[in-house]
């Protein structure tokens, strides 16, 4: 395991300086089934308040797995980003009460699993820590006596409720949109009382995120001011395709095909679990049902702890297709795959098949994912391909609200707000 991560984190370590993007990913192949989310529920998001004075700080909790029977001793670091994502220069001192880093303590080893591993989780802040500064930030997790080598970095967020936010999601209004397939967010911004915030719209950038999807995470355009409310609406980048309900699995029985799940096989000393074969959706009518729009939730149906004794199981996935795709790629996208169009992602034309396939390594639970089109040199993956766009799909969107005044260091997050259709 030591050769992959050095492979891996060699190259990621160079782009860890000040001025580089930070990303979601695992660096490793043996690291799986990560979560950062608030009050330790997979499905919460890793987005914290920053506590006001005397207050008990919100913790985020950070969760993996290590695909190995032996258990090895990691740390932990926190860096802070500004509105871009890139690493700042920013000390500890300048974000945190306390030190940046610490080591990760709490593990527990796999119990009656084909594949081995262990458990590891940690409160982020540690103990008696808080945040003294909002923003973007990332974690690191590397080996304990090689600093240099990281095995995952995982996104967070810390804000402060200094701002106003009314948010609107309704069909597109101007030009830019289909009022049938798109989705149009009208959004404004006024400091709150008593936060002594500037009204200068140039001091602000304005993000939205459409569900996880960082191909879908835009900067909006200020539309002038409506009284003392910044507007930002009525542009192009408002405009975000409707998509459609993610698909979904269930892989919580190994005893019984469940969910969208055409057969389960043991063999090799390894769990095999095949999807029933995906369907092209974008020429059929909406259909609501609920899912996890891209999340997933580790769970397992006959035994007590999902984090220890669910298994492992390989999980294939198949679109058959008369033809390949010449002009761009098939990705799976969702929390299952850190919502990333890339190698790992990416299904492969099987011409003796007639069919995009791939195969993933996942832990037992419920997984909830959408099929993208990739453009050759696009940077938005396209729902309308397979999925079709339908405005009444309900999506959730995410506003981040960041300021930084003539002087300052580093990009506040001074609002933060979801909201869903």
């Not at 860096?79 to 700042?88: G, K, T, V, Y």
């Not at 095995?151 to 106003?164: A, G, H, K, N, P």
């Not at 269930?250 to 090799?268: F, P, T």
Request: net charge negative.
């Amino acid at each position: 395991m030591r050769r992959l991560i050095l492979f891996f984190t060699v190259v990621f370590f160079c782009n860890l300086l000040s001025g580089q993007t930070a990303i979601d990913s695992n660096w490793d192949a043996s690291v799986k089934s990560v979560f950062l989310s608030r009050n330790d529920i997979e499905l919460e998001r890793p987005l914290i308040r920053m506590s006001s004075f005397g207050e008990p700080s919100e913790q985020l909790t950070l969760r993996f797995d290590i695909l190995s029977p032996v258990t090895y001793s990691f740390r932990y670091r926190i860096r802070h980003c500004n509105a871009l994502w890139e690493i700042d220069d920013l000390d500890d001192s300048d974000f945190l009460s306390g030190i940046g880093e610490g080591s990760i303590d709490n593990f527990q080893p796999s119990f009656n699993t084909l594949q081995q591993y262990v458990n590891y989780y940690q409160l982020i802040p540690g103990s008696y820590n808080y945040f003294t500064a909002s923003g973007n930030y990332i974690v690191e997790v590397y080996f304990a006596n090689e600093p240099e080598h990281i095995i995952l970095t995982r996104r967070f967020c810390v804000y402060e409720d200094l701002t106003s936010i009314d948010a609107v999601i309704a069909k597109p209004s101007g030009a830019y949109g289909n009022i049938f397939n798109d989705q149009e967010i009208s959004i404004g911004i006024t400091p709150a009382n008593g936060s002594y915030l500037p009204l200068q719209a140039d001091y602000y950038h304005v993000v939205v995120q459409q569900n996880g999807r960082e191909d879908l995470m835009r900067s909006m355009p200020f539309n002038g001011y409506s009284g003392n409310t910044m507007m930002y609406q009525w542009k192009t980048e408002n405009v975000f395709p409707g998509g459609n309900n993610f698909r979904y699995f269930d892989l919580s029985n190994m005893w019984a095909a469940m969910y969208h799940v055409q057969r389960i096989e043991k063999w090799g000393g390894e769990n095999f679990a095949f999807l029933q074969p995906e369907e092209d959706r974008s020429d059929r009518a909406y259909s609501h049902y609920n899912s996890l729009n891209g999340g997933m939730k580790i769970n397992i149906r006959d035994r007590n702890n999902p984090q220890t004794e669910a298994d492992y199981v390989w999980v294939n996935f198949s679109l058959p297709m008369d033809y390949p795709l010449l002009n761009g790629n098939i990705y799976i996208v969702g929390e299952l795959t850190c919502w990333h169009m890339n190698d790992e992602s990416r299904m492969e034309w099987q011409p003796q098949y007639k069919a995009y396939t791939k195969r993933l390594l996942l832990k037992q639970g419920y997984y909830s994912y959408q099929l993208l089109f990739l453009p050759a040199g696009e940077h938005e993956g396209l729902t309308a391909t397979f999925e079709g766009d339908h405005f009444v799909t309900p999506n959730n969107y995410t506003i981040y609200v960041y300021l930084r005044t003539p002087g300052a260091r580093y990009d506040r997050m001074v609002g933060l707000k979801k909201i869903g259709y």
